[in-house]
């Protein structure tokens, strides 16, 4: 499925207010996991990369992608432009929208949209 979008979920262990929600459990599969596979039912599996830092604590979001076989890009958590950079380097014909990995509320377009 090719849309001429790609989306760019970036996801982390860091957080502040609740460290590790990526990989914590909801309905039986980490959080991330859901958002991976709304972005691929909406917009195609090849049309959806996985950006992280290159942080240790990182590793097991690096790890889950991996496992899944899902894009990944990986840079410094302290400058948010590595992402743009790398993929503009990498997708220089297509739109790009970025997601967070807890934006839970993704659902499916009914099929008649």
């Known amino acids: ?5 790609v ?4 996801a982390r262990m860091g957080s502040q207010r609740f460290p590790g929600k990526v990989l914590k459990v ?8 859901h958002v ?6 909406s917009l195609g599996r090849d049309n959806v990369i996985l950006a992280t830092s290159q942080e240790r604590q990182d590793d097991p979001v690096a790890e889950l992608a991996r496992r899944g076989e899902w894009r990944l890009f990986r840079g410094s958590q302290d400058n948010v432009w590595w992402l743009l950079a790398a993929y503009r380097d990498w997708e220089t014909d297509r739109k790009s929208t970025r997601l967070n990995s807890s934006h839970l509320k993704l659902s499916r377009m009914p099929s008649s949209a």
Do not use: H, K
Not at 1 to 5: I, N, P, Q, S
Not at 26 to 33: D, E, I, W
């Open 7 to 10: 989306a760019v979920i970036q």
């Open 36 to 41: 991976l596979v709304a972005a691929a039912d």
């Open 26 to 33: 909801f309905r039986g599969q980490p959080v991330l996991s």
């Open 1 to 5: 499925m090719f849309t001429g979008l």
